[in-house]
């Protein structure tokens, strides 16, 4: 099975803090996303990666930046976090072959901004 | 740009009824793929059922089945003999196949479906 873990469940962070979110899949997938979800306005993408050190803005990237370092690991930053950066982050991972593709999700990570 | 909208934010049915979302998306693509996703209460999003634009049957997936639409632009999810663990939100996603922005899933807002005992 594809499994795809987050760093951390839950995260509490003060306002200005800079703010890492890890992602890290076990499948070998060439892309990897960075999704935000929030209540009424479902996910929406913040950035995503095909390739290692590859990266492509999403809908909504103002106030991220992303890493990707190694083929398995991609990273959210928050450069200096925001009280309307508090929300549900999602990351996902997808084999860049297969058809259709499937994008497959990790637990997520609710951060709080103070 | 695309874009999806599910309708209905909240739902609610008795066990083992028949319930149908609603979706209903925006592009100019003539091929492309949808896809409903589930997400459990505090659980990881997982997908239930997928559909190829140029496929004219309904996909079904065992209780889940779809009705696509394609000129209406239509896509929605039927459970049959719905089951406590059917209780989740459910996403409607949209991608292109092919060109700038293939690879990418275009969300909509989700329906929070309840199942009651």
């Known amino acids: 099975d594809v499994k795809v873990t987050q760093s951390s469940r839950y995260l509490v962070k003060r306002t200005g803090e800079k703010v890492f979110l890890e992602c890290v899949q076990d499948?070998?997938?060439?892309?990897m996303f960075w999704y935000r979800q929030d209540p009424g306005l479902g996910l929406r993408l913040i950035y995503f990666?095909?390739?290692?050190?590859?990266?492509e803005k999403g809908d909504i990237p103002e106030g991220y930046s992303v890493s990707r370092e190694k083929k398995e690991r991609f990273s959210l930053i928050l450069e200096s976090a925001s009280t309307n950066q508090t929300s549900m982050y999602l990351c996902?991972?997808?084999?860049?072959?297969?058809?259709?593709?499937?994008?497959?999700f990790g637990p997520g990570t609710r951060l709080t901004v103070l | 740009a695309q874009t999806v909208t599910q309708s209905q934010p909240e739902m609610s049915v008795q066990e083992a009824e028949t319930v149908t979302l609603s979706c209903t998306y925006d592009?100019?693509?003539?091929?492309?793929?949808l896809f409903w996703y589930k997400q459990p209460p505090s659980r990881q999003m997982i997908l239930v059922i997928r559909?190829?634009?140029?496929k004219q049957q309904n996909a079904t997936e065992n209780r889940f089945s779809v009705n696509f639409q394609k000129a209406a632009k239509s896509f929605s999810l039927k459970i049959s003999d719905s089951q406590l663990g059917d209780t989740a939100m459910y996403f409607c996603?949209?991608?292109?196949?092919w060109g700038q922005g293939a690879q990418k899933l275009v969300f909509g807002q989700g329906t929070r479906l309840t199942i009651n005992p």
């Open positions: 499948m070998d997938h060439e892309n």
């Open positions: 996603a949209f991608m292109k196949q």
């Open positions: 559909q190829e634009a140029y």
């Open positions: 990666s095909y390739d290692v050190k590859m990266k």
């Open positions: 592009t100019s693509e003539n091929n492309y793929y």
């Open positions: 996902a991972s997808s084999n860049r072959e297969t058809r259709p593709p499937e994008q497959f």
